[in-house]
């Protein structure tokens, strides 16, 4: 395995998958390659499997097999780039969702906030808009929407008065800037605060709930019936995306009813429980802990 990012509950989302010698799968959050080369492990000499990633620096883990195709795209526009490769349905999907470990790990991306660096967290780094954008010219009840709604942050309000104060003296251009407004305001668990924060803004950023909503749209007007959507989830916010549209097919939950009331199921559940890594799992990996795999068969 590469070290770029260790795969999460990897036996498990290849048993999800339940894999066709011959089938075509998409793993859209390629990453270090380690759930693909396990789907490429799976497959036949027929199979097929596409991969995307939008982050530049998962070029280098591309594997060697004539069967992977790398799209360099958001899983946004999943249909889209499937059609250009003449692919109108596929077997089974795979979605890792949240940040990898290489991305936290480069101090210069700036999703951390361990080291020092500019304030950037962009996963793809051709897009205009960086944290410090977001910091530095959103209004307070826009910074206290997202502090609220994707950091789940407490005291959101009064931190995005503090941040609107603190950018009039200077613009907020490192993560040591942002921690400086933050210490202040730090209430209970320190690192949990950061966490909130920092994740906050990396999903405003990249329009991480936006693209969420666009890609299971399309997955399931592209998976054959009997297909599977295998997803890993990491934080509240994300696993509540998941349900709904597992349960309901939109990100909202809402029940939807045909014109005789019957009510729209778009997957079925071949093991209704979520599941979770291991303790040992969680003990090699710690990073995995917060991981919940969810499962769905379209109908």
């Known amino acids: 395995m590469t070290p ?7 036996a498990e989302c290849i048993e999800a998958l339940a894999i066709q010698p011959a089938g075509v799968y998409v793993d859209v959050t390629f990453g270090g390659g380690g759930h693909s080369r ?3 492990e799976a497959l036949g ?4 499997l596409f991969g995307f990633d939008q982050d530049p620096d998962a070029v ?12 360099q795209q958001n899983f946004r526009f999943l249909k889209r780039f499937l059609k250009l490769h003449g692919i109108k349905e596929v077997d089974g999907i795979l979605a890792d969702l949240g940040v990898s470990s290489h991305q936290l790990d480069e101090a210069e991306r700036g999703f951390s906030y361990r ?12 897009d205009e808009c960086s944290a410090a954008t977001v910091l530095n010219f959103a209004s307070a009840d826009t910074l206290q929407r997202i502090f609220s709604m994707y950091g789940e942050v407490r005291n959101s309000k009064t931190l995005a008065e503090h941040i609107v104060s603190a950018r009039q003296t200077r613009p907020l251009q490192t993560i040591g800037d942002l921690l400086g407004v933050l210490e ?29 909503a666009d ?15 295998v997803v890993l989830s990491y934080h509240s916010i994300e696993d509540r995306v998941v349900k709904n549209f597992l349960k309901t097919g939109n990100a909202d939950g809402e029940v939807q009813k045909d014109f005789y009331g019957n009510i729209f199921r778009p997957y079925s559940f071949p093991d ?17 802990r917060s991981a919940k795999l969810r499962v769905g068969e379209k109908r």
């Open 272 to 288: 209704s429980k979520m599941s979770q890594p291991s303790e040992e799992e969680i003990r090699r990996n710690p990073r995995s």
């Open 38 to 40: 396990l789907i490429l």
């Open 215 to 229: 890609m299971f749209s399309q997955a399931y007007e592209i998976l054959k019936p009997g297909g599977r959507l």
């Open 184 to 212: 202040p305001l730090i209430r209970g668990n320190r690192l949990r605060y950061l966490s909130q924060v920092f994740q906050a803004l990396r999903i405003e950023v990249n329009d991480e709930m936006g693209a969420l």
């Open 45 to 48: 000499a027929e199979g097929r």
């Open 115 to 126: 080291f020092e660096a500019a304030l950037d967290m962009r996963m793809n780094q051709a």
């Open 60 to 71: 280098q883990n591309v594997p060697a097999d004539p069967r992977f195709v790398l799209v």
């Open 4 to 10: 770029y990012h260790q795969p999460v509950m990897a």
